[in-house]
């Protein structure tokens, strides 16, 4: 089975050497739920988490984003006011992209448009997962598909780099459901815990636990 990521070598590639670079410390805002989209952003290094806030204040985490990854690009494209907010989770620095870059960028790199769509295609695949299993899915099976949804290969080890506080806002459940479900999965072999990575061991039972 293959593993699932976001990060998009060719997008990488081409973004990775961008001059147009913003330092944003953890914390802070990369953009608020309602703006007005006139660009995205290529996150060049730290960590980010998207969250949707309803009328009354609950938040909702929808995804984390890592180096190499893209943000903020479905509103971008259809013009529509953003509908989740970016916040920074680390010290990060990104690369804004608006209109004329993305074109110029396009007309050196006419595959870059192609990966943009795969990357939007991937993003609907993964939220239409999400809305199946807060649905369908019991806990451990939504947990075990976020895992396999956010892998990221570094040498010969998978790694998932979610806290169970972040797994326990996407897939809905409390922190203490996430904590117990993960200590079943590190008895049985499944996963391990390792300086704030969860190593996957077992990817296939993680696939069929997903599925059943």
Known sequence: MESK??????IQSVFENEPTLKKIAKGEIIYHQGDKADCFYYLKKGRVKVVMTSPDGMEKTLSTATSGE?????????KMPRISSALAMTNIE???VNESKLLSLIRLNPRLALEL???QANRVR?????????TFM?????IAQLLLQNIRENGTEKAVSLTHEEIAGIVGVSRVTVSKILNAFKRKGYVRTDYGRIVIL???TLYKISNR
């Not at 893209?70 to 259809?78: H, R, S």
């Not at 997962?129 to 807060?134: C, R």
């Open 70 to 78: 893209i943000l903020g690009e479905a509103a971008f494209f259809d």
């Open 117 to 119: 769509l795969s990357i």
């Open 138 to 142: 019991r806990a451990d099976g939504r």
């Open 5 to 10: 990521s976001y990060v998009n070598r060719y």
């Open 94 to 96: 990104v690369i804004s």
């Open 202 to 204: 077992d990817e296939n």
């Open 126 to 134: 993964q939220l239409s997962a999400q809305i199946d299993s807060i």
